[in-house]
């Protein structure tokens, strides 16, 4: 997580200087590059080099063999060097004077001989420490803004605030106004930051400063102070184009802006940034005087100031993608990245997107734009269900309760958390929780999915059958070793009717393979008594992302039988319409008289004799250019398949009327001997259309009227959870039109 990020800066100016404060980790070392590699000493440069051979002579060859072998430990431009990593950085930039401040050396106290190696104090990345806390800081001009700096290869980021020309610390008034919160968003996000490109990081609004101009703090000494995250800029031939951008923004805007706000405010309120700087500074001048090494001073740190330990907690959580808790000046903070964000430093080709199907579900929207970069989260669909992770004490609502509330609003909201926390389920979709609850999907329940995926409380899942008849298999591969997992499930679930972790997956992974029986309860339960205890163990699995449940999609499919009678029919009822009249069915449906016009060798009348001689002659043009249909128009049965043929035409006409004949159909029927598949039902052509009416015929009406309705959804995309809400029917109907519609469908299981 955030392989990138090497350190976390807290650097001030004042009137005597700059200084670096506090630094996290203690000594940050950015990882070696690719290099070449070394050739083998003993071996001649003509011996590696196979073109410089072929085109010299032999004599030439044996006499560069001669020479002694060239020694490459000695070339320096040979072996690859970081940028000036031999030689202080601070050096390359003699353009910019360096401010004096007191040092340990001007300390009459100061002994030489307890000093520990001034590297450790006054050296970090190459530069030392005091130019670094120059160059962090800005003119007053650049500050209030975002600040990006890339030298060589380190990048600074962060948010420079500085206090007012008469030394105050003021709120500043916002540049762009903020977006208002949506009406369907509840007030519960306590991490939520200002507007990322106000002016200053401020919790009060423009109106509010205006109002209070009172509200400010007077500064000793402190200028400037800058949180500034330090990152090693990745190698450009393995970041994708234009995503170093994004990347940078987000840890601008998740830590080093939300952090500098929050310190920010309570410098403006109560000095707290400068009393802290007093602090350390005063406190590593101590340890540097007394000949200390660094980690002393750190670790003395942690104890003295509450801004320390919460870099270290930062830095942390970054590196092994958690969430921050931390404190300042007693108030609690929540910082995280993006879990996936580091994907955007790599190529896209073998990398998952970060939603499902955005352009379907819409979870753009769904879950907002903070949280559609760098998370991967699902589609938050009504037919979803929440899986609610552990929650520790500083998060369970109930003890919400029990503390005092500033407002009425505060308890609500928290009473109703509390009862949605007790109705979440996974065997419920978020629709069935807001009937039980009488919510509104949108604008009540989503919201809180948000927060508690957000805070990292809960994720969205696809139900989990009541019985476990859910079909799962298992992922590529798992957040840890299997034998770690198996010694932790063996000390959660101790009953001896549980088998051990890799039986039960070997037990899903081969039931898979399996035409039958696949789902959970066949293939491991096997008894009812053991559902309550099997749920257990599926809930565990499903919060180790050991499970992956498999969906029944379905698609139609038109087979050859199914086209050669929609064909034919097509074929009668254009012979009838050729024909100019109205003519009585008993008659098309009596053999003589169906054979008198459709065998071209029939003692009876030739079939344009009662037609028009306009008709006539393009019934004898069809006729002869489709002499290949006839004798599959012959092989079907006409006194019992015409009227069907006739009513399932008849159903369709107003379709076939209100849609002009085009060649589109035409070349329709060249793929007749080959089943093919429908992809899109719901957009079918008008010949699609006539192959899905013709599946209804000889069906139940209420069977025929239901698949109808639903076959919209048989594009192999849908889930049956999607299925069943979407058409509003039950498991039941669903599989009623499977049975009936066998033939014609073909169902899979895949991963939604």
Same mark, same amino acid.
């Given at each position: 997580?955030?392989?990138?990020?090497? &350190?976390?800066?807290?650097?001030?100016?004042?009137? !005597?200087?700059?200084?670096?404060?506090?630094?996290?980790?203690?000594?940050?070392?950015?990882?070696?590059?690719?290099?070449?590699?070394?050739?083998? =000493?003993?071996?001649?440069?003509?011996?590696?080099?196979?073109?410089?051979?072929?085109?010299?002579?032999?004599?030439?060859?044996?006499?560069?063999?001669?020479?002694?072998?060239?020694?490459?430990?000695?070339?320096?431009?040979?072996?690859?060097?970081?940028?000036?990593?031999?030689?202080?950085?601070?050096?390359?930039?003699?353009?910019?004077?360096?401010?004096?401040?007191?040092?340990?050396?001007?300390?009459?106290?100061?002994?030489?001989?307890?000093?520990?190696?001034?590297?450790?104090?006054?050296?970090?990345?190459?530069?030392?420490?005091?130019?670094?806390?120059?160059?962090?800081?800005?003119?007053?001009?650049?500050?209030?803004?975002?600040?990006?700096?890339?030298?060589?290869?380190?990048?600074?980021?962060?948010?420079?605030?500085?206090?007012?020309?008469?030394?105050?610390?003021?709120?500043?008034?916002?540049?762009?106004?903020?977006?208002?919160?949506?009406?369907? =968003?509840?007030?519960?996000?306590?991490?939520?930051?200002?507007?990322?490109?106000?002016?200053?990081?401020?919790?009060?609004?423009?109106?509010?400063?205006?109002?209070?101009?009172?509200?400010?703090?007077?500064?000793?000494?402190?200028?400037?102070?800058?949180?500034?995250?330090?990152?090693?800029?990745?190698?450009?031939?393995?970041?994708?184009?234009?995503?170093?951008?994004?990347?940078?923004?987000?840890?601008?805007?998740?830590?080093?802006?939300? @952090?500098?706000?929050?310190?920010?405010?309570?410098?403006?309120?109560?000095?707290?940034?400068?009393?802290?700087?007093?602090?350390?500074?005063?406190?590593?001048?101590?340890?540097?005087?007394?000949?200390?090494?660094?980690?002393?001073?750190?670790?003395?740190?942690?104890?003295?100031?509450?801004? &320390?330990? &919460?870099?270290?907690?930062?830095?942390?959580?970054?590196?092994?993608?958690?969430?921050?808790?931390?404190?300042?000046?007693?108030?609690?903070?929540?910082?995280?990245?993006?879990?996936?964000?580091?994907?955007?430093?790599?190529?896209?080709?073998?990398?998952?997107?970060?939603?499902?199907?955005?352009?379907?579900?819409?979870?753009?929207?769904?879950?907002?734009?903070?949280?559609?970069?760098?998370?991967?989260?699902?589609?938050?669909?009504?037919?979803?269900?929440?899986?609610?992770?552990?929650?520790?004490?500083?998060?369970?609502?109930?003890?919400?309760?029990?503390?005092?509330?500033?407002?009425?609003?505060?308890?609500?909201?928290?009473?109703?958390?509390?009862?949605?926390?007790?109705?979440?389920?996974?065997?419920?979709?978020?629709?069935?929780?807001?009937?039980?609850?009488?919510?509104?999907?949108?604008?009540?329940?989503?919201?809180?999915?948000?927060?508690?995926?957000?805070?990292?409380?809960?994720?969205?899942?696809?139900?989990?059958?009541?019985?476990?008849?859910?079909?799962?298999?298992?992922?590529?591969?798992?957040?840890?070793?299997?034998?770690?997992?198996?010694?932790?499930?063996?000390?959660?679930?101790?009953?001896? &009717?549980?088998?051990?972790?890799?039986?039960?997956?070997?037990?899903?992974?081969?039931?898979?393979?399996?035409?039958?029986?696949?789902?959970?309860?066949?293939?491991?339960?096997?008894?009812?008594?053991?559902?309550?205890?099997?749920?257990?163990?599926?809930?565990?699995?499903?919060?180790?992302?050991?499970?992956?449940?498999?969906?029944?999609?379905?698609?139609?499919?038109?087979?050859?039988?199914?086209?050669?009678?929609?064909?034919?029919?097509?074929?009668?009822?254009? @012979?009838?319409?050729?024909?100019?009249?109205?003519?009585?069915?008993?008659?098309?449906?009596?053999?003589?008289?169906?054979? =008198?016009?459709?065998?071209?060798?029939?003692?009876?009348? !030739?079939?344009?004799?009662?037609?028009?001689?306009?008709?006539?002659?393009?019934?004898?043009?069809?006729?002869?250019?489709?002499?290949?249909?006839?004798?599959?128009?012959?092989?079907?049965?006409?006194?019992?398949?015409?009227?069907?043929?006739?009513?399932?035409?008849?159903?369709?006409?107003?379709?076939?009327?209100?849609?002009?004949?085009?060649?589109?159909?035409?070349?329709?029927?060249?793929?007749?001997?080959?089943?093919?598949?429908?992809?899109?039902?719901?957009?079918?052509?008008?010949?699609?259309?006539?192959?899905?009416?013709?599946?209804? =015929?000889?069906?139940?009406?209420?069977?025929?009227?239901?698949?109808?309705?639903?076959?919209?959804?048989?594009?192999?995309?849908?889930?049956?959870?999607?299925? @069943?809400?979407?058409?509003?029917?039950?498991?039941?109907?669903?599989?009623?039109?499977?049975?009936?519609?066998?033939?014609?469908?073909?169902?899979?299981?895949?991963?939604?």
């Amino acid at each position: 997580m955030a392989e990138t990020l090497l &350190a976390i800066l807290l650097v001030t100016t004042s009137a !005597n200087g700059s200084n670096l404060v506090f630094r996290w980790p203690e000594f940050p070392m950015a990882p070696p590059r690719l290099s070449r590699a070394r050739p083998d =000493e003993s071996l001649s440069l003509s011996r590696l080099d196979n073109p410089w051979r072929t085109s010299h002579s032999q004599e030439e060859i044996e006499k560069a063999e001669v020479l002694p072998p060239y020694d490459y430990a000695r070339d320096q431009d040979y072996c690859w060097q970081r940028p000036n990593a031999l030689r202080d950085r601070s050096l390359s930039f003699t353009n910019h004077p360096i401010p004096s401040r007191s040092s340990p050396s001007r300390d009459r106290s100061y002994s030489f001989e307890k000093a520990t190696t001034p590297d450790e104090y006054d050296h970090v990345l190459g530069y030392s420490a005091e130019f670094l806390a120059t160059l962090l800081c800005p003119q007053r001009s650049m500050c209030h803004q975002k600040f990006e700096l890339i030298v060589d290869d380190l990048a600074f980021i962060g948010h420079p605030v500085c206090a007012d020309p008469d030394g105050g610390w003021r709120f500043k008034p916002e540049k762009v106004k903020a977006a208002s919160r949506t009406r369907d =968003e509840p007030n519960l996000d306590n991490s939520a930051s200002p507007h990322p490109h106000a002016e200053g990081p401020s919790s009060k609004n423009q109106e509010s400063s205006s109002q209070e101009p009172s509200s400010a703090s007077k500064s000793k000494w402190l200028h400037t102070f800058h949180l500034a995250l330090v990152l090693d800029l990745p190698d450009p031939s393995s970041s994708a184009s234009g995503n170093l951008t994004k990347y940078f923004n987000t840890l601008y805007e998740q830590i080093a802006f939300t @952090l500098t706000a929050v310190l920010y405010q309570e410098q403006v309120l109560s000095n707290f940034v400068e009393n802290e700087c007093d602090t350390l500074i005063a406190l590593k001048d101590s340890c540097a005087s007394k000949g200390e090494p660094f980690s002393k001073y750190t670790s003395q740190a942690f104890a003295v100031s509450s801004i &320390a330990p &919460a870099m270290k907690t930062i830095f942390e959580a970054i590196k092994s993608s958690s969430m921050a808790y931390v404190n300042i000046n007693y108030l609690p903070l929540e910082l995280q990245l993006p879990p996936y964000l580091d994907t955007l430093l790599h190529s896209q080709d073998d990398q998952e997107t970060d939603f499902v199907d955005p352009s379907d579900d819409d979870s753009t929207l769904t879950w907002g734009e903070h949280m559609n970069l760098g998370w991967k989260l699902p589609a938050m669909a009504p037919w979803k269900t929440l899986l609610l992770l552990d929650i520790d004490n500083e998060m369970d609502p109930h003890m919400a309760l029990r503390g005092p509330h500033e407002s009425a609003d505060d308890r609500t909201l928290a009473e109703g958390l509390i009862r949605f926390l007790e109705t979440a389920s996974v065997t419920l979709s978020l629709s069935e929780m807001a009937n039980l609850l009488g919510w509104d999907l949108e604008s009540q329940v989503y919201p809180i999915v948000r927060w508690l995926v957000l805070h990292r409380r809960a994720k969205v899942v696809d139900v989990v059958h009541p019985g476990l008849k859910t079909a799962f298999t298992l992922p590529p591969k798992f957040g840890a070793t299997l034998s770690e997992l198996s010694a932790q499930f063996h000390e959660t679930f101790t009953h001896p &009717a549980i088998p051990s972790l890799p039986e039960i997956l070997a037990t899903i992974s081969t039931s898979m393979s399996k035409q039958t029986d696949s789902h959970f309860f066949a293939s491991v339960v096997k008894a009812k008594e053991f559902i309550p205890m099997y749920h257990d163990v599926v809930l565990w699995m499903l919060k180790r992302d050991m499970l992956i449940t498999l969906h029944l999609r379905i698609r139609v499919v038109a087979t050859r039988e199914l086209k050669l009678r929609v064909k034919a029919q097509r074929e009668y009822k254009t @012979l009838a319409k050729s024909a100019g009249g109205q003519y009585d069915r008993q008659k098309y449906q009596r053999s003589s008289d169906y054979g =008198e016009i459709m065998s071209p060798n029939s003692s009876g009348r !030739n079939p344009s004799f009662f037609l028009s001689p306009r008709s006539a002659h393009n019934f004898a043009h069809r006729f002869s250019s489709k002499e290949s249909r006839r004798s599959e128009i012959s092989e079907l049965n006409f006194d019992t398949d015409a009227p069907a043929m006739l009513r399932v035409e008849e159903e369709t006409e107003s379709i076939s009327n209100s849609e002009p004949e085009v060649d589109e159909e035409d070349s329709s029927w060249d793929n007749m001997e080959q089943p093919s598949m429908i992809n899109d039902p719901g957009k079918a052509t008008p010949m699609q259309r006539r192959w899905l009416s013709a599946m209804s =015929e000889g069906k139940e009406l209420a069977i025929a009227r239901r698949f109808e309705l639903i076959n919209q959804y048989f594009d192999g995309k849908k889930s049956d959870d999607e299925i @069943l809400y979407r058409a509003d029917i039950s498991r039941k109907q669903l599989r009623e039109v499977l049975h009936h519609y066998e033939e014609y469908l073909q169902t899979f299981l895949h991963p939604s």
